[in-house]
């Protein structure tokens, strides 16, 4: 039987075909995307419930690292990739080259890969991780090496911040994939607890921070008439940025400079888009910008945690960090990353239904009028509620990691949240198909 | 030929495409529209090119001034 994401992508396949100049590949592209990450969302919270308190005992504990992957690759990831299909294009000007192709390629390697390793993590099997080595692999390579050759050839500025992400995620995927190599191949070698930090702070606060930081640069000013970041800030900081993360590679003091310095630069970024949102020109507070203000308020305590425990005298052996370390990981992702993420999913799967519709009015010779508004794909209600519950499930989280008996109700909170998620968004594909039909 | 300028830096998506594709079907055959944007509306020049329609993008500081003319008819 076919998997739910993809046959609702293949439903829609047959729509938006055409060749397009600017490069704008069809609605089901970045759809099978995010469907899938909301299914992989549903698996991480029900998985999580199903382990209870055990699992959040440890960030080592097998259950634990394959929930941590099944949002993070899963969820984050599956976003961050769908999202680049059509955010590429719309910033820059041209798609990624052979989107339908690279999309078929990329989009179930994606998917085969993270369910192989959330299966080689919480079994510790060998097989499963061989398996996701691999997939993950060709993923990385062929998504990473898209991206790359269109934001090399692209004179965008908008495009510009997304270098730095794709060099953060280079190295945070390849210490990941070679992590998984040297649990399933004995003759890889490999030093877990050295690189495991290093791993995710290029992963999360590289790849997954820099990007978001990037697009944050388009789309606060774009979505909710914001002032533009200032020069200063958009040039200098994701720099220090970077610097910080290769400082955190080195041994102390270096690395626990790295840590105050990348505190002082994303936090400084992050608070500078928050002012931008307290300055919008469009005073409206939608789900979005209530999305933004909690992920980057979330992301601030986080990075101050970090830096304080990164300059504490023995932090990094005893102590309350080996407290703290679980739950800052839970604010930064769950409550960060994936609040930012979940918001960016309620503008842009409206407004790219709208656009697709727009165009294929236009190619079809029909009224614009024709076109539903963006509110008929997911209404103010609903994405409200969406982000409401996505919130109540990273302070729910959090809680959990120092209340373990709450576990199970936090990740069926979290199943939860992303079950609506998946509803909501089926159900626009669904709207899209039938104003498609009627249109051409 | 009369030149209409629309300022759509203040709307938020997709209020400036709905706004262009509204203007550029009151454009006369001479006529020039010119939309003060943001950012380079990249999704609207396929849609412009499909109805007959060529674009002219210049930078502004931090903005985008976008000239839009209707296509020349060739000569049969």
Redesign the interface.
């Known amino acids: 039987m076919m998997p739910l994401p993809l046959a609702a992508a293949v439903a829609l396949e047959g729509v938006g075909r055409g060749p ?3 490069g ?1 590949p069809p609605f089901s592209v970045p759809l099978r995307f995010f469907l899938t990450a909301a299914l992989f969302g549903v698996v991480g919270g029900g998985l999580l419930a199903w382990s209870g308190a055990p699992a959040v005992s440890s960030r080592w504990m097998p259950q634990f690292l394959a929930v941590t992957h099944l949002m993070t690759l899963g969820v984050l990831g599956m976003v961050m990739a769908g999202a680049l299909f059509q955010v590429v ?6 798609g990624l080259p052979r989107a339908r192709l690279l999309a078929h390629l990329v989009h179930p390697a994606l998917a085969g890969g993270t369910a192989c390793l959330a299966v080689g993590l919480g079994s510790q099997s060998p097989n499963w991780l061989q398996g996701a080595v691999v997939l993950l692999g060709v993923a990385g390579l062929l998504l990473g090496s898209a991206v790359a050759v269109r934001v090399a050839r692209s004179r ?1 500025p ?1 495009l510009r911040p997304i270098r730095l992400a794709l060099l953060a995620g280079v190295a945070g995927i390849g210490l990941g994939i070679w992590m998984a190599a040297a649990s399933a191949w004995p003759a890889v070698q490999f030093a877990y607890r050295t690189w495991t930090n290093v791993h995710a702070a290029w992963a999360g606060a590289g790849l997954g921070l820099l990007l978001i930081f990037g697009v944050a640069q ?1 789309v606060l ?5 914001t002032p ?1 970041f200032a020069a200063r800030v958009a040039q200098w900081l994701p720099r220090l940025h970077v610097l910080a993360l290769v400082l955190m590679v080195l041994p102390r003091p270096w690395s626990a400079i790295g840590c105050v310095i990348l505190a002082l630069a994303a936090g400084g970024f992050a608070l500078a888009g928050l002012d931008l949102l307290r300055r919008r ?2 005073r409206r507070r939608d789900a979005a910008v209530l999305a933004w203000q909690g992920g980057l308020s979330a992301i601030v305590v986080a990075l101050v945690v970090v830096a304080v425990a990164a300059g504490w005298p023995s932090a990094s052996t005893v102590g309350w960090w080996f407290v703290v370390e679980l739950p800052v990981g839970v604010l930064f992702g769950v409550g960060g990353l994936g609040t930012i993420l979940i918001g960016m999913l309620t503008k842009i799967v409206p ?1 790219l239904a ?2 697709h519709l ?2 294929a009015a ?2 079809a010779g029909k009224p ?1 009028g024709q076109v539903p508004a ?1 509110a008929h794909f997911l209404s103010d209600r609903i994405a409200h509620a969406q982000v409401g519950l996505h919130l109540a499930a990273g302070v729910a989280l959090v809680a959990a990691t120092f209340l373990p008996t709450l576990t199970t109700g936090a990740g069926l909170l979290l199943a939860a949240d992303f079950a609506v998620l998946f509803a909501w968004l089926a159900r626009a594909a669904w709207r899209y198909r039938v104003a498609w039909r009627l249109i051409s | 030929m009369c030149t209409k300028t629309i300022d759509v830096r ?5 209020g400036p ?2 706004v262009a ?2 203007a550029i079907a009151e454009l006369g055959g001479d006529d020039e529209l010119v939309l003060l944007h ?3 509306p ?2 609207l ?3 412009l ?3 007959g329609f060529t674009h002219h993008v210049e930078r502004l500081e ?1 903005d985008f001034r976008i000239v839009i003319r209707r296509r020349p008819r060739q000569a049969p």
């Open positions: 397009s100049a600017d704008l294009p719309v910033l820059g000007g041209g965008a908008a388009q000013p774009m979505f909710h008439v533009p020109r469009r407004f709208f656009l727009q165009r236009v190619h614009a963006m | 203040e709307l938020a998506p997709p495409f709905e594709l509204q943001r950012r380079e990249f999704p020049y396929d849609v090119a499909d109805l931090g």
